[in-house]
C-alpha cells in the first residue's frame, strides 16, 4: 500500500506552507484524496506535482500557467500535440527569460558605470556614461528620435 502524507508532513518535506497547499487544492492544481475524516492525504505522485510546481515558479511561471498550460498531466495522458504545444509554450517563455536577462545585463552595466563615475568623476568618465544612457534611451525607444547631444548640451548651461 502507498504510503500517503498528512498535509503537515507534505509542508514540512517540501517547506510549503499549508495555506499554499489548501490553495492549490482548492484552484485545482494538485487535489489529494481525502480520508473518511476529509482530511487531505498527499501520494507520493502529488508530492512530484508539487516539486514540480515549485520548479516551475522558479523558472517564472505562473500558477495559471501551471494549470492551463502545462496541465501537470501523468505521462501516459501525453499526446503528441499536447507535448508540441507544450514544447512551444516553453519556447517562448524561455525566450521572454532571456529578454529579461539581456536586459538586466544591461541594467547592471548602467549601475556600475553611475558608480565609477561618481567615483572617479571626470569629464571623459561622464562622457562614458552619458553616451551609455543615450544609447540605452535609443535601444528603449526602440530608436525613435530623441533629443540631440547638442540639445541636451544647450540646455546643461
Known amino acids: 500500500m ?7 508532513e507534505v509542508s514540512q518535506i517540501l517547506g510549503i506552507p499549508k495555506d499554499t497547499l489548501r490553495y492549490y487544492d482548492r484552484i485545482g492544481i494538485v487535489s489529494p484524496s481525502r480520508d473518511d475524516n476529509r482530511y487531505r492525504r498527499y501520494s507520493g505522485d502529488d508530492l512530484i506535482d508539487l516539486m514540480n510546481i515549485q520548479i516551475m515558479q522558479f523558472a517564472d511561471f505562473s500558477l495559471d500557467e501551471i494549470k492551463e498550460k502545462l496541465g ?7 499526446n503528441s500535440a499536447y507535448c508540441e504545444e507544450a514544447a512551444a509554450f516553453i519556447d517562448a517563455k524561455n525566450a521572454e527569460t532571456r529578454m ?16 565609477e563615475t561618481l567615483r572617479d568623476f571626470s569629464n ?28 541636451c548640451d544647450h540646455h546643461q548651461g
Open 2 to 8: 502507498e504510503k500517503l502524507y498528512s498535509i503537515q
Open 72 to 78: 501537470l498531466r501523468k505521462m501516459e495522458n501525453l
Open 100 to 115: 529579461k536577462i539581456h536586459h538586466l545585463e544591461k541594467v547592471s552595466l548602467l549601475l556600475s558605470m553611475a558608480a
Open 124 to 151: 571623459e568618465s561622464d562622457q562614458r556614461l552619458a553616451e551609455f544612457v543615450r544609447e540605452l534611451y535609443k535601444d528603449i525607444r526602440g530608436n525613435k528620435p530623441v533629443i540631440s547631444k547638442e540639445g
